[in-house]
């Protein structure tokens, strides 16, 4: 494939609810849309950098950056015939995976259109839809949290995720946990404990929980592995886990029992099958983690969560969690089962809606 010309979208989205974490309140959700051009082909992607630097240190405006000024001109008129080639054409940029995976993503675009293949067929997963759940904010009290939920459920999602932090935890799991006391449920703490404010995990353990996912720092496997120790729920490690050799790691130190993959933190979607191919050979647990995406990067984590290994729900809901207007012509709708189908047409089998894209748009440019 020889990309051409490239335009990067910097857009501004409207949640229809605020999603709060340990890291912000997120009101409107910022990304870039990739546009990219090959032989009369046109592919996109999805950078799920956001506005701040809350979940990782990239942003939509370093991603932009990182993008024009080295990424894509590095990799432009040149013969990429597989994403581990577009990958070592980047190398030279340290980190900014999120940048790095969005422009991967319309490799992989373009070459299922060329080869009339659906990303998930690319990628050799094999089922027609995949289990999701859904990943609920901190809410303003327990009360509204077990409303919200109460409202996810009769939607149809069978897994709930709900964000904790210190100060809003055993208040909140124990309010839905006695409301629904088999509900499959998970927490998630975006790094916000220490090893010494970590004792609160002691009482969280007894909830009957999938899995806590991210307690401790970002940078911290040995920690983890500390806490993991002392729990019987596994920890999932999300934010820690940055490439196909940390998971190798946190694996080998025993520092979770279970990974939340995405491609975005992981720098490419080849990375995020080489993650899931780690666990897949070792038994443990992978699923698809979410960005609050556009049906662009929906579209590619459906794909990537047809691999066998994804045996766990992902963070890929439907469409009218996150938005009253989305900026693909497809609108992904939750299956009763808790499932969502995945796209059977070419590439990442979506189909850009211009209008909602000039709708959203802060600026654009042309490399
Ligand atoms: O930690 O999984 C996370 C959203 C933005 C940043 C980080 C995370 C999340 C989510 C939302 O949990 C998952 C989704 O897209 O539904
Ligand atoms: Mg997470």
């Known amino acids: 494939m020889n990309l051409e010309k490239i335009n990067l979208y910097h857009l501004r989205m409207p949640l229809r609810s605020p999603f709060e974490t340990s890291f912000g309140r997120i009101k409107t959700r910022e990304c870039l849309l990739l546009e990219g051009f090959s032989d009369g082909v046109i592919g996109y992607g999805e950078c799920v950098a956001d506005r701040d630097p809350g979940y990782s240190y990239e942003t939509s405006v370093t991603a932009l950056h990182i993008l024009r000024d080295y990424l894509i001109p590095s990799v432009l008129e040149k013969n990429i015939k597989s994403a581990q080639e577009m990958q070592s054409l980047v190398q030279f940029v340290r980190g900014h995976p999120m940048a790095k995976a969005g422009l991967e993503m319309v490799f992989w675009d373009i070459k299922g259109k060329m080869e009339n293949a659906s990303l998930s067929q690319l990628f050799g997963g094999g089922v027609e839809k995949v289990p999701v759940g859904v990943s609920v904010g901190i809410q303003e009290s327990p009360l509204e949290l077990v409303n919200i939920v109460t409202s996810y459920l009769s939607d149809g999602y069978g897994r709930i995720k709900i964000k904790i932090k210190p100060g809003r935890d055993i208040a909140d799991i124990k309010a839905i946990r006695s409301e629904f006391p088999d509900l499959p449920m998970q927490v998630d703490a975006n790094s916000a404990y220490t090893l010494e404010t970590s004792e609160v995990f002691g009482e969280i353990d007894r909830f009957g929980l999938i899995l806590i996912e991210q307690p401790l720092a970002e940078d911290d496997l040995w920690d983890h592995k500390l806490l993991q120790g002392k729990l019987n729920t596994p920890i999932c490690l999300d934010e820690s886990i940055i490439s196909p050799r940390h998971a190798r790691q946190a694996l080998e130190m025993q520092a979770c029992r279970i990974i939340n993959i995405k491609a975005g933190r992981l720098g490419g979607l080849s990375q995020a099958v080489e993650v899931h191919n780690i666990g897949y050979s070792q038994n443990i647990p992978v699923w698809c983690g979410g960005m609050l995406e556009t049906g662009v990067g929906r579209a590619a984590n459906l794909a990537l969560a047809t691999l066998p290994g994804f045996t766990l729900p992902g963070d890929i ?25 995945v796209p059977v047409e070419p590439g990442l089998g979506i189909e850009i809606d211009h209008k909602a894209v000039n709708q959203y748009t802060l600026s654009k440019i042309s490399i």
């Open 317 to 341: 809901s439907a469409t009218d969690r996150y938005y009253h207007r989305d900026i693909t012509h497809q609108v992904f709708t939750l299956n009763p089962d808790s499932t969502i189908n």
